[in-house]
């Protein structure tokens, strides 16, 4: 069982310092938001584990936490969260997420914007071709 998390760490860091979340995120460029759940131990803004992990790298770089402590203790806690069986379908679910925003489909807006250049290139060619036809008779 964890006593402290990695939230209350980073809170009680940012609180230690004087800071808000909005200068937190103004130091980090990560969004108030992310900063403001990753206290309250919500990794879901994160958008999946590996996102989150960098995050809290970052958020604790940031504040002055020692690194290979805070990521222990962050592993730790995914852990026991990937063991109860909601905590672990959510995060399958995001990282089946991830790799869905990873794969590239068809990207309809370029093929359509590509076949009309593609048709004005061929008109403007038929064009000068008719053109120039048209003055040798």
Do not use: N
């Not at 131990?41 to 940031?62: I, N």
């Not at 807006?109 to 003055?135: F, M, T």
């Amino acid at each position: 069982m964890i006593t402290i998390s990695v939230g209350t760490d980073i809170s009680a860091a940012r609180a230690a310092r004087h800071l808000t979340i909005d200068d937190v995120s103004a130091g980090t460029s990560i969004r108030g938001a992310v900063i403001a759940a990753i206290e309250l131990d919500d990794f879901s803004a994160s958008g999946g584990p590996a996102y989150a992990r960098g995050h809290v790298r970052a958020l604790g770089r940031h504040l002055g936490l020692e690194s290979d402590a805070l990521m222990a203790k962050f592993d730790t806690q995914i852990a026991d969260l990937e063991s109860t069986p909601i905590a672990a379908a959510l995060i399958r679910a995001s990282a089946f997420e991830a790799e869905l925003a990873g794969t590239k489909g068809i990207r309809w807006g370029r093929l359509l914007g590509l076949l009309v250049l593609v048709a004005g290139v061929a008109g403007i060619c038929a064009l000068a071709a008719h053109s120039l036809i048209s003055r040798h008779h």
